[in-house]
């Protein structure tokens, strides 16, 4: 399947960045800027022979929402939380209207991360949501040392709607991390390569989870050129020296403000910033879109799946349940009624 290349991002109208004074950035009310993706390119890279832009998200209360619907152990909840930040800082690189999907799955502890974010326009905020499958048994015995996902596979999908391909690019896992698995899935293409640094994790004990997540792309200026290497690119090794100076504590720090880590990091690089977009969380589950399902099974597996009378179905992204009778869902299917839409307006 041809790769579907993510695209530099390169951004009009963008803005020099300037220190900020030690002051956190702040919306028009007063309050801390928080769960948005920031697009920004570095002005170092366009004298040579690649571009270099990238994004940056900082998530709050998008995350944390996510969260407090499960009741994860602390480290499948970080990693939940990366696989977030990642799966919006990767979607920030496409313009499509549609359902990005980050999926890993894996013969380790953690054996699912599943995470996709909804992008409707240009305008508009986008949605995600994600939840994880962990065995608490290999959990308790693992090996701090070892990756939690083991191995298996690292699945980018784009679903722009039943009219287009679904496009969909798979490497092994590869890495201890979930940002080094991502930086292989780059590094198959001969016209790209990132760096990529992600974090997740709570403020203080028992507070609100964040989690954030920061990307250069370097983008071959001809599409039939080869990128070149690290060590024949002083720019891009030096921007990669420049993101390891960032911390894990400044990418989740709700005071700092996605445009100031930017200015700390990459001021002698000339980086500019375009307007952000905001993100939420939402599922895009509803009772009518469980039904449908219920309709169309057998049924015989209805009455095996009731329990005293009861069907319960509970989604995975949202712990949210739903509850219909067996008798309900056999006279819907008995009389041929057509199965209800489910537009998306209907998302909750």
Known sequence: MPRKEFCSGACMGTRPLTDYGGLPERDGAGQPVDDLIQPFQLESGESGEAKLSGRLTQLG???DDVMRRHKYPEPVAELLGEALALSVILAGALKFDGIFTLQVQGDGPVSLLLADVQTKNDTERYLIRGYANYTEDALASHDPAESLLGSGYFALTVDQGPHTDRYQGMVEITGKTLAECAQHYFRQSQQMDAAISLSAGRLGPDGPWRAGGVMVQRIADDPNRQLPSDDDDDTWRRVMMLMATG???ELLDPALGAKRYLFRLFHEEGVRATDPRSVAHRCRCSSDRVFNVLVQLPREDLRDLAVDGNLEVTCEFCSE?????????????AVGDPVISSPESADR
């Open 61 to 63: 209360e998008a995350v």
């Open 247 to 249: 911390t894990m504590a």
């Open 321 to 333: 349940s739903y509850h219909f009778t067996p008798e309900a869902v056999e006279a819907r299917a």
